[in-house]
């Protein structure tokens, strides 16, 4: 997380971030024309920036794409923000609940990230890109046993017998069914490959099939797990991929100290589950 605060601390290196944000996915040169520095200074900043895991990169023919990572800066949101402004809006969201007699319909987290051109020409995606202290087969564990899966995911199972070409179910039970599709890939512990369904509203239902990649790579003691969610149209709903960051953080947190976040989007259809059973 130091590495984090440190890349953060440069204005140069926000105004990349920044720039990233409003356009995904561009080259080095297309970031060396929007900033009034040497393509090698371009070059040292966005280095420090894939350090501290804040942007991944991904090729198309000879070309290096850059993409924002929100998962980082989720972290931090969650060891040093959460605790402090968010009973506060917690307080807040449940009276106006109560006010309204608001129904739970939709994830109960900010949708602020941006889509990128998928460099196959395939729609738009989104990359995220996050460390864990953690063995591959635990790593794959924590992906595919729904027990598990629902202690950082919202409270949402996901059942499948995880054979290619297979299916897979996930909901909260007793709650709200989330998402169905097929297990396109499945290669333990390295790569899950799965088409997505998206059921929790009839907005979502009518974006259609899209596809999550959850890639595994072991990084010394730690793994590198990124999760591509692609195939999405360019004015997808939010909703459908606005979650990956803090689903990314619990799972890390469950992982490297066995304790569950205590957000209150990360609580939202765990607790309903509790209340429905």
Request: glycine letters at 6%; one cysteine or more.
């Amino acid at each position: 997380m130091d590495a984090v605060f440190k890349a953060l601390a440069d204005p140069t290196r926000r105004s990349l971030l920044d720039e990233l944000f409003a356009s995904d996915g561009q080259t080095l040169s297309a970031l060396e024309r929007r900033l009034p520095m040497t393509r090698f200074g371009v070059m040292k900043h966005l280095r420090v920036l894939e350090e501290a895991g804040l942007v991944v990169t991904r090729r198309r023919g000879r070309e290096k794409l850059h993409f924002l990572n929100p998962v980082p800066i989720r972290l931090v949101h969650d060891r040093w923000v959460s605790k402090y402004a968010e009973p506060w809006a917690a307080g807040l969201s449940g009276l106006k609940r109560e006010l309204e007699e608001e129904t739970m319909e939709a994830f109960d987290v900010p949708h602020r990230l941006r889509l990128s051109p998928d460099p196959e020409g395939e729609g738009a995606m989104a990359v995220f890109e996050i460390y864990i202290k953690t063995t591959p087969e635990r790593l794959w564990e924590a992906i595919t046993d729904p027990e598990l899966r629902a202690k950082y995911s919202f409270g949402v199972e996901t059942h499948s017998d995880w054979a290619p070409g297979s299916s897979y179910e996930a909901s909260v039970p007793g709650v709200v069914e989330i998402a169905t599709g097929e297990n396109l890939e499945v290669d333990p512990p390295r790569r899950l490959v799965q088409s997505f369904n998206a059921l929790w509203s009839d907005e979502v239902r009518a974006a259609g099939t899209s596809r999550v990649t959850w890639e595994i790579t072991p990084v010394g003691d730690s793994c590198q797990l990124t999760v591509t969610h692609d195939q999405l149209a360019e004015d997808a709903n939010p909703e459908l991929y606005g979650g990956w960051p803090m689903i990314l953080s619990g799972l890390k947190t469950l992982l490297e100290t066995g304790e569950l976040l205590d957000t209150p989007g990360s609580l939202r259809y765990s607790q309903a589950s509790e209340r429905a059973a």
